[in-house]
């Protein structure tokens, strides 16, 4: 079965970083844009960054300059690399994968609505 785990969550002073890693089975990874996505108590799931299947990279304007998103299609596996972590980073964090024909998908595009295959999601808290 479809399995998408995350981990690498944690709390982390202001201006800290941390890693995030998703590992996949149960599908073809290699076939499916993947993105990191980030929900706050209270508010809606919001795109946060992707690495389509071409290989392109994109990011919300939130986090621009400060993560960065990968994926290793040898280990069916994304990361998200985040960088001078602010208060307002602070949510669950949770990967996806999204399918379409269509090439050139992005953050933008990825539909949180749409996406085919969720994880459970890891803990990110920053304090100030």
């Known amino acids: 079965q479809v399995q998408l785990v995350e981990s690498g969550g944690g709390s982390v002073q202001a201006g800290g970083s941390l890693r995030l890693s998703c590992a996949t089975s149960?599908?073809?990874?290699?076939?499916?844009?993947m993105g990191w996505y980030r929900q706050a108590p209270g508010k809606e799931r919001e795109g946060v960054a992707a690495?389509?299947?071409?290989?392109?990279?994109s990011y919300a304007d939130s986090v621009k300059g400060r993560f960065t998103v990968t994926r290793d299609n040898s280990k069916n596996a994304l990361y998200l690399q985040m960088n001078s972590l602010k208060p307002e980073d602070t949510a669950m964090y949770y990967c996806?994968?999204?399918?379409?024909?269509?090439?050139?998908?992005?953050?933008?595009?990825?539909?949180?609505?749409?996406?085919?295959?969720w994880g459970k999601g890891t803990q990110v808290t920053v304090s100030s």
């Open positions: 996806g994968a999204y399918f379409t024909f269509l090439e050139g998908a992005t953050i933008a595009t990825m539909n949180p609505h749409t996406v085919d295959y």
């Open positions: 149960g599908y073809t990874f290699s076939r499916f844009s």
């Open positions: 690495v389509n299947r071409e290989g392109f990279s």
